[in-house]
């Protein structure tokens, strides 16, 4: 079994644990901004870059890395302790990111456009998948394994499972786990020509929703087979790919069914324990459509769902890392009224899909011990993780 010892997180609801649960229960209105790209305006979920700190070795400062950083530093007592427990070649990085290198292409190529060169402390490493993971490294000096997932939305979702491998293994004893994206104009430009980005706020399960509002996002655990002061623990990891579609997810979601089963299966539970679901729910047609039948399938109309992206906007690569993080922050002891997080949308439900339990503003559960979130990316990448309390 696998416990987490710390986490922390950053969106663009806040940066403290207790103002993005208080956004979460009491549905505040989301901070979705209008930005214009190219010719369009669409709504992003931003964290402004001048809220953000600046990174220790100045090779590493870009904005992905400096939103890494203000979680990063949330942690920094307890990796520091763990790299002196451990030792730094046994700690592992396991980071989820889906695109961390446009910015640096963009601005460089737009100097060398006007200039004929490129910046002079530009390198092609900058645009690499791994530069956020390294960044990590390199900040607190670690040298175990270095993993980066970019599997589109489920990308940090499935570091989780890569770290639990790798710590099983024996190849270290603990890790760094989480995941970060931004928006950028090539991301929300990229999603525009997929016709998945919504030309209002994202509006997930209603039967007026039109797609996704691409948001900022972080969050980082530091998880290992040590009990002690550990308040979570992992209980179950699912992993499927059914390669239905290069974008779309597979309609009858067997896909999705197959990994939470899969989940259940790992945690050795039944799907009545599951007290709360983290939908991934983008606002997308076929995906909550999608999400909708698998869970439905599952667990029926029962169990309390929502999907927060309603709130934080879609995170892209960092949502399976930031939506863990929510359902810690839901199964924490301080939340003692059992408060869960809310589902914002214009509260009218699509009735031509299945039906499940979306929460309301206010709702409690009575048991809340046992929390699932499911990720959903493109190629039919699916991923359900299971979280508990640990009591002892």
């Not at 270290?172 to 104009?185: K, R």
């Not at 990720?375 to 039919?380: A, K, T």
Request: with cysteine; net charge negative; aromatic share 8%.
């Amino acid at each position: 079994m696998l416990y987490i010892q710390d986490f922390a997180l950053a969106c663009a609801l806040g940066f403290e644990k207790e103002t993005i649960w208080n956004a979460l229960k009491n549905k505040l209105p989301p901070k979705f901004v209008q930005k214009k790209y190219g010719e369009k305006l669409r709504y992003v979920a931003p964290i402004a870059l001048e809220n953000l700190p600046h990174v220790k070795n100045s090779f590493y400062e870009n904005h992905v890395n400096r939103l890494s950083e203000s979680v990063l530093l949330q942690m920094e007592k307890s990796i520091e302790k763990a790299v002196q427990e451990f030792g730094n070649e046994r700690i592992g990085i396991f980071v989820g990111s889906s695109d961390n290198g446009s910015e640096a292409s963009l601005s460089a190529l737009q100097e060398f456009k006007e200039t004929n060169n490129y910046p002079k402390n530009y390198r092609l490493k900058m645009q690499q998948a791994d530069f956020a993971a390294e960044f990590i490294a390199d900040r607190f000096q670690i040298k175990g394994p270095i993993f980066t997932h970019s599997s589109a939305c489920a990308s940090s979702a499935s570091a989780f499972a890569s770290a639990r491998n790798w710590i099983e293994a024996g190849f270290c004893d603990a890790a760094i786990v989480g995941g970060v994206d931004i928006e950028t104009e090539t991301v929300v430009l990229g999603f525009d020509s997929l016709e998945a980005v919504s030309m209002n706020p994202a509006n997930p399960f209603s039967k007026n929703r039109s797609g996704l509002t691409i948001g900022d996002g972080a969050a980082f655990f530091l998880i290992s087979k040590k009990k002690e002061n550990a308040k979570f623990e992992i209980l179950g990891i699912g992993e499927s790919a059914d390669a239905d579609h290069v974008t779309a997810p597979r309609a009858d979601g067997e896909g999705a069914v197959l990994a939470i089963q899969k989940a259940l299966d790992d945690a050795k539970i039944k799907s009545t324990e599951i007290d709360y679901i983290n939908l991934h729910g983008t606002g997308t047609k076929l995906n909550d459509a999608m999400e909708s039948v698998a869970v439905n399938r599952v667990f029926g109309c029962d169990v309390p769902c929502s999907s927060t992206k309603g709130l934080t906007g879609h995170t892209l690569g960092a949502s399976g890392a930031l939506e863990a993080a929510f359902c810690c922050l839901t199964l924490d002891k301080k939340n003692a009224e059992h408060f869960l997080p809310v589902h914002h949308f214009d509260g009218e439900r699509d009735l031509e899909i299945p039906q499940i339990h979306l929460v309301k503003k206010g709702e409690t559960s009575a048991r809340l011990n046992i929390c699932m979130s499911n990720s959903f990316g493109f190629g039919g990448c699916n991923v359900s993780l299971i979280l508990g309390k640990n009591d002892d």
